[in-house]
């Protein structure tokens, strides 16, 4: 997982997935990080990609929803013209 802006990382395991989001392990600490929004990796070039916000965390373990893009752009081509 990585930042937005890509100022952290964070080695993880996908434990469960579903369309909508996943349930993952973290290595190393989360506190501080700003989780509102970042990236989950999905390849190791970075081509495969999930945007994702925090659900839940719960020890180690952290559950986060997938962000839709597609809606995000066709509200910037309505809003441009």
Request: net charge positive; charged share 25%.
């Amino acid at each position: 997982m990585m930042a937005i802006d890509g100022t952290w990382r964070r080695a993880c395991r996908v434990l469960d997935v579903s369309e909508t989001g996943a349930k993952m392990t973290i290595e190393g600490s989360i506190v501080g990080l700003p989780l509102k929004e970042f990236f989950l990796l999905l390849s190791s070039t970075g081509l495969a990609y999930r945007r994702c916000e925090l659900v839940w965390v719960n020890g180690e373990e952290i559950g986060v929803n997938f962000l839709k893009q597609g809606k995000q752009r066709r509200r910037a081509k309505t809003e441009s013209g």
